[in-house]
């Protein structure tokens, strides 16, 4: 065999132009991609009687050949009856898990994290995952393989230290913004949850975003929008409460011809990226809402692009 750099190896020139295609500009400046839509996935999907991930796939929808719910990320519900175990793994640069109700630990590179309702971890990319319910559990699950995926990529080196939030500190830190934005008109209202490893972008993860946002009874969160995409999770709502969602403001920065996503507890819903979105809560009752994003990475690229609408 000869070497690759001896005068006799073969060439490859012409195998390799030969695949070459030219576009004029215009027509491929800025190419048609498949539509991201406002999709909703109901809680019902992880009220199941087995154990198992429930992926919230839309790869038919977004013309991959591996699952998706965005470009970039997947979610899952994950359903653990009690008693039993579940294994998840994923070749994911970034993983966020919060616990929809539940108690029990995980397996973790050798090490044990308990969880309970109203928890959250966020991981790097990491081995198998064992997780064991003490009673009838359920996880919101996001990652971040779908961009390992599109980039033909393996994650080998971990990019942040693993996060836990409980439940209690998420609560205590909610309560300190209400009181602090108590009738002031806010945007959001809500904390943005960071690792101490993405000083840059003050995100959860390298790549991920997450925000743990109140909307207090009889109250409105003006429209804002951004390039990253939205998986929203409803972590509690009641009924009269719904984000109206569409792609461009009149004057007076209300959404034209918005649709309406209603919030159901346990429930998640996509919002577009780019799309502007309003929250609303119609009821007498406290709502909280967790978008998990993959606006890190946006960040970081400075493509982000968030805007607000009048007011703010």
Request: one cysteine or more; aromatic letters at 10%.
């Amino acid at each position: 065999m000869n070497a690759p750099d001896s005068p006799s190896a073969p060439t490859c020139n012409s195998e390799w132009e030969k695949h070459g295609l030219f576009y004029e500009y215009g027509s491929a400046a800025n190419p048609r991609m498949p539509r991201i839509e406002i999709d909703v996935f109901p809680p019902a999907l992880h009220h199941v009687a087995e154990s198992r991930v429930i992926p919230l796939e839309l790869s038919n929808k977004l013309e991959t050949p591996y699952p998706v719910t965005g470009p970039s990320l997947v979610a899952n519900f994950i359903h653990i009856a009690a008693g039993e175990e579940l294994p998840t793994s994923c070749h994911a640069s970034s993983q966020v898990f919060y616990v929809i109700r539940g108690s029990g630990f995980s397996r973790i590179d050798g090490r044990r994290l308990g969880w309970k309702t109203g928890d959250l971890f966020a991981l790097p990319v990491t081995g198998e995952i064992r997780h064991r319910a003490d009673e009838d559990s359920a996880f919101y699950w996001v990652n971040d393989q779908p961009l390992m995926d599109y980039l033909g990529a393996r994650p080998v080196t971990p990019r942040f230290r693993p996060l836990y939030f409980s439940r209690e500190l998420l609560t205590s830190e909610l309560e300190k913004v209400r009181k602090e934005n108590e009738g002031k008109d806010k945007n959001r209202n809500g904390i943005l949850l960071a690792n101490p490893d993405c000083p840059q972008t003050k995100t959860l993860t390298h790549s991920m975003w997450s925000l743990y946002n109140l909307l207090p009874a009889r109250s409105r969160q003006k429209a804002h929008r951004h390039n990253s995409i939205a998986l929203d999770f409803a972590v509690k709502a009641s009924d009269g409460v719904y984000t109206m969602i569409g792609r461009d403001l009149d004057s007076d920065g209300n959404i034209i011809n918005p649709v309406r996503a209603n919030w159901v507890a346990g429930g998640a819903f996509v919002t577009p990226p780019g799309w502007w979105h309003s929250h609303h809560n119609e009821s007498d009752e406290d709502a909280i809402v967790l978008p998990v994003q993959d606006a890190g990475l946006h960040t970081y690229l400075q493509t982000l692009d968030i805007q607000f609408a009048r007011g703010y």
